[in-house]
């Protein structure tokens, strides 16, 4: 048998990724769900300060270890990312708090055509005719749902508004510090991970407390929350990002 291409071992390295990316996915949300739901630990922004806090203890070792080169992010940079990364993680908490679960899934559907319209002003990137029916499909079921649902409110309207273009301003971020400073996805993280897990877990435990009225600090902690929790703060998802 003839040995396998650079294409196919691209592509098998891509849809493993993928796959990676797919069930780490799910695995967080059912985590989520019963950190949350079984378990009553409703400080979302808290337990992603502690996520970023785990992701920049991994990052250090795997730099000290070397398998992860020293790389350069101007301070101006960072900071806009984490501006953009926490104003997401907060709307989206938010709109999920302020609107009904169906609603929020479809909302986070507009990032979708968002991101496209980034890519189109920014990078003047033309699309195809077939995925620009595609995102019209998108934003026609985006538009019934917003007018026939009737849990949304002006509040949570504006609130899953501002989630959607945050997290879309994030994403596309990313791509444009990946390209212009030629930063892997670990590279990214080791510069952002602390900035953000610092950042979080100052304005974490004050979000959720304004958004449920609990404190974490008087949160009953018991053996299955303390299982869960370690997992969820050591989540962490591949990207993949096809070079043009």
Known sequence: ?????????????DAAAWVFNVVTSVGVIIVNKAL???YGFSFATTLTGLHFATTTLMTTLLRILGYVQPSHLPLPELLKFVFFANFSIVGMNVSLMWNSVGFYQIAKLS??????????????IRYSR???LSIGVVLLGVGVCTVTDVSVNTKGFVSAFMAVWSTSLQQYYVHFLQRKYSLSSFNLLGHTAPAQA???LLLGPVLDYWLTNNRV????YNAGSLEILPYRCCEH???VMKEI
Do not use: G, H, Q, W
């Open 130 to 132: 077939d995925t620009k």
């Open 237 to 239: 998802r591949i990207y």
């Open 217 to 220: 600090d008087r949160y009953a």
């Open 36 to 38: 949350m739901a079984t």
């Open 198 to 200: 610092a950042s979080l």
């Open 1 to 13: 048998m003839a040995p396998a291409s650079k294409a196919e071992k691209k592509a098998t390295v």
């Open 111 to 124: 990032m979708i055509p968002v991101s496209c319209l980034l890519e189109v002003f920014f990078d003047n």
